[in-house]
């Protein structure tokens, strides 16, 4: 069983390779099949007598195991809309990415494809000719589509064609200056009651030795909540990297790893500090992030850095127990914060396959749902049921949406169809008109997110780094990642800030011999391609 099974997988590998060799060769062009082979068929439609009502189902495949969305226009209110507007049921299928690569080796593949931006699949899919240029067919049954400039220019090959749409993609030709922001998941808040309780400020937290003094002050207090001893603090090297300013782009505008950096020892040092002086526990290295949220909503962590860390469980058992921003804690050098967005350039893509007999309808689709205002009916439920602007622009939820969502969360995410077409979802206008307050907890998350968006930069450059799945590179940085994470432990928990030092230039010359200078080759080469296409000579704002 074994033998059979590696021979399949042999066999699913060498089929792949075959058709992306025989791509390649015969260059990207694929112009025998840029409409697909329905194009008789479809050659005298038009964006003016395609009938965008008559009812079809389409096949979209999501690769992404989790999700099992099933389309219900009967019950759920998005899927309804969809509909109605344009005649389309969707019959969703999802799998993983080996499960894709089984329908790309077939050679055949669904109406439509959703898959991370950064999969190998994409690539093959792309210049094996599966997927239909989308330009084509905007031009052809959409020309009134305006897709953004950035995104063409960013998932564009070496033919200018781009293939598909990406969700959470931050286009700049969208944002509106000062109003507006990055989002970003880093930061370090610390719980306001117990700072009020043992005499601590938020800027406390500005400097390292304040910070030290302030952990300190709650460690001394041996203050217990809910029966447990509270932990001084949860900090991260990433953060605090982040802090002390670390740039991934040298002054003389090479690609730079921060974990090389003397920003990064800085963070090292300072953590080994934390953790000999009982301020930073053992099993911060440890437990999962999923474990730290268990911790806090506990209530047994005062200080914690990382955004993912959520506390909206403390918060619904103590309405007392909330945290607050503080910091970020300033590093020696005295640089500047510049701090890393959520990724710009989105998630997934989404892409429609040449043997698709609707490509005409689902590039309408694509356009009906692309709009801000389908973005916000498909986080929030339709417009006028589920919510409507308010006199300031914002979205105001209906008090039914409020009412069926405190009653039965679960049943409600079904009823509105929350996230229903979450692949092409825009944040942009989400955020933007994101509602008002409407309580404490709300309030406060929003104070967090104006504080350290501020920091948050323009790292779309940096986002071309990331190694393509499948690749030798990627399996040298996987390699180079497990040594890290085994070292940064190491470090942190080392007995002296000498050893600190000792160990952190032990790493360079490890991690050499796991193959790290071609994975850097790799890494500063995409750099350079990207700077050179976004028309920039540094991306580091601090080399600008």
Same mark, same amino acid.
């Given at each position: 069983?074994?033998?059979?099974?590696?021979?399949?997988?042999?066999?699913?590998?060498?089929?792949?390779?075959? &058709?992306?060799?025989?791509?390649? %060769?015969?260059?990207?062009?694929?112009?025998?099949?840029? $409409?697909?082979?329905?194009?008789?068929? =479809?050659?005298?439609?038009?964006?003016?007598?395609?009938?965008?009502?008559?009812?079809?189902?389409?096949?979209?495949?999501? #690769?992404?195991?989790?999700? %099992?969305?099933?389309?219900?226009?009967?019950?759920?209110?998005?899927?309804?809309?969809?509909?109605?507007?344009?005649?389309?049921?969707?019959?969703?299928?999802?799998?993983?990415?080996?499960?894709?690569? #089984? &329908?790309?080796?077939?050679?055949?593949?669904? /109406?439509?494809?959703?898959?991370?931006?950064? !999969?190998?699949?994409?690539?093959? &899919?792309?210049?094996?000719?599966?997927?239909?240029?989308?330009?084509?067919?905007?031009?052809?049954?959409?020309?009134?589509?305006?897709?953004?400039?950035?995104?063409?220019?960013?998932?564009?090959?070496?033919?200018?064609?781009?293939?598909?749409?990406?969700?959470?993609?931050?286009?700049?030709?969208?944002?509106?200056?000062?109003?507006?922001?990055?989002?970003?998941?880093?930061? &370090? $808040?610390?719980?306001?009651?117990?700072?009020?309780?043992?005499?601590?400020?938020?800027?406390? @937290?500005?400097?390292?030795?304040?910070?030290?003094?302030?952990?300190?002050?709650?460690? +001394?207090?041996?203050?217990?909540?809910?029966?447990?001893?509270?932990?001084?603090?949860?900090?991260?090297?990433?953060?605090?990297?982040? @802090?002390?300013? !670390?740039?991934?782009?040298?002054?003389?505008?090479?690609?730079?790893?921060?974990?090389?950096?003397?920003?990064?020892?800085?963070?090292?040092?300072?953590?080994?500090?934390?953790?000999?002086?009982?301020?930073?526990?053992?099993?911060?290295?440890?437990?999962?992030?999923?474990?730290?949220?268990?911790? $806090?909503?506990?209530?047994?962590?005062?200080?914690?850095?990382?955004?993912?860390?959520?506390?909206?469980?403390?918060?619904?058992?103590?309405?007392?127990?909330?945290?607050?921003?503080?910091?970020?804690?300033?590093? /020696?050098?005295?640089?500047?914060?510049?701090?890393?967005?959520?990724?710009?350039?989105?998630?997934?893509?989404?892409?429609?396959?040449? /043997? %698709?007999?609707?490509?005409?309808?689902?590039?309408?689709? @694509?356009?009906?749902? %692309? *709009?801000?205002?389908?973005?916000?009916?498909?986080?929030?439920?339709?417009?006028?049921?589920?919510?409507?602007?308010?006199?300031?622009?914002?979205?105001?939820?209906?008090?039914?949406?409020?009412?069926?969502?405190?009653?039965?969360?679960?049943?409600?995410?079904?009823?509105?169809?929350?996230?229903?077409?979450?692949?092409?979802?825009?944040?942009?206008?989400?955020?933007?008109?994101?509602?008002?307050?409407?309580?404490? @907890?709300?309030?406060? =998350?929003?104070?967090?997110?104006?504080?350290?968006?501020?920091?948050?930069?323009?790292?779309?450059?940096?986002?071309?780094? *990331?190694? =393509?799945?499948?690749?030798?590179?990627?399996?040298?940085? #996987?390699?180079?990642?497990?040594?890290?994470?085994?070292? *940064?432990?190491?470090?942190?928990?080392?007995?002296? +800030?000498?050893?600190?030092?000792?160990?952190?230039?032990?790493?360079?010359?490890?991690?050499?011999?796991?193959?790290?200078?071609?994975?850097?080759?790799?890494?500063?080469?995409?750099?350079?391609? $990207?700077?050179?296409?976004?028309?920039?000579?540094?991306?580091?704002?601090?080399?600008?």
């Amino acid at each position: 069983m074994r033998k059979m099974r590696n021979l399949m997988i042999m066999l699913l590998i060498l089929a792949l390779f075959t &058709m992306l060799m025989a791509a390649c %060769s015969g260059g990207n062009d694929n112009s025998d099949s840029m $409409v697909g082979k329905n194009e008789t068929k =479809q050659e005298e439609e038009t964006a003016g007598n395609v009938d965008t009502k008559k009812p079809i189902k389409i096949k979209w495949f999501v #690769a992404a195991d989790w999700y %099992s969305k099933q389309w219900d226009a009967e019950n759920v209110l998005v899927d309804k809309m969809v509909t109605d507007a344009t005649g389309i049921t969707v019959e969703f299928s999802t799998g993983n990415e080996e499960k894709l690569s #089984a &329908m790309i080796a077939s050679g055949s593949i669904p /109406d439509v494809v959703t898959v991370w931006n950064i !999969a190998p699949q994409r690539k093959i &899919m792309e210049k094996s000719g599966l997927v239909v240029p989308l330009d084509e067919l905007i031009a052809k049954y959409t020309p009134d589509f305006k897709v953004p400039q950035s995104i063409k220019e960013w998932y564009g090959d070496e033919n200018g064609h781009f293939y598909g749409l990406p969700n959470f993609f931050y286009a700049k030709e969208q944002m509106q200056e000062g109003i507006d922001t990055l989002a970003t998941h880093i930061d &370090m $808040v610390a719980r306001k009651d117990i700072m009020e309780q043992v005499g601590i400020r938020a800027e406390d @937290f500005k400097t390292k030795q304040g910070t030290i003094d302030a952990l300190k002050k709650v460690k +001394e207090a041996g203050i217990k909540y809910n029966g447990f001893n509270i932990i001084p603090s949860y900090f991260d090297h990433h953060n605090l990297t982040e @802090f002390f300013g !670390a740039s991934p782009e040298s002054k003389d505008g090479n690609w730079q790893d921060t974990i090389r950096t003397p920003e990064s020892l800085e963070a090292f040092k300072y953590l080994n500090q934390l953790y000999r002086e009982g301020l930073l526990p053992q099993d911060s290295l440890t437990l999962t992030d999923e474990q730290k949220v268990e911790k $806090v909503a506990a209530g047994s962590v005062f200080a914690k850095t990382g955004s993912l860390l959520k506390w909206e469980a403390l918060y619904a058992n103590d309405k007392n127990a909330v945290y607050v921003p503080v910091g970020p804690i300033k590093g /020696d050098a005295g640089n500047e914060f510049n701090f890393t967005p959520s990724p710009l350039s989105g998630w997934m893509l989404s892409m429609i396959g040449r /043997d %698709s007999k609707y490509q005409d309808r689902i590039v309408q689709l @694509f356009e009906y749902l %692309s *709009t801000d205002e389908m973005s916000l009916n498909i986080f929030y439920g339709p417009k006028g049921v589920a919510w409507d602007y308010d006199e300031d622009g914002r979205v105001k939820l209906s008090e039914q949406r409020i009412k069926d969502f405190e009653a039965d969360p679960d049943a409600a995410k079904r009823k509105y169809g929350n996230d229903t077409f979450g692949w092409l979802l825009n944040w942009v206008p989400i955020k933007r008109t994101w509602p008002a307050p409407s309580n404490e @907890f709300e309030k406060l =998350q929003v104070e967090h997110d104006k504080y350290f968006e501020q920091f948050a930069y323009d790292d779309l450059a940096f986002e071309a780094t *990331t190694v =393509q799945g499948g690749t030798t590179e990627a399996g040298i940085e #996987a390699k180079v990642k497990d040594y890290r994470a085994k070292m *940064t432990a190491k470090i942190i928990l080392a007995k002296n +800030e000498a050893e600190v030092e000792k160990l952190f230039q032990e790493m360079p010359a490890q991690e050499d011999k796991l193959g790290y200078q071609q994975l850097f080759d790799y890494k500063n080469k995409a750099f350079q391609e $990207v700077k050179t296409k976004l028309g920039i000579k540094f991306a580091w704002p601090s080399n600008q």
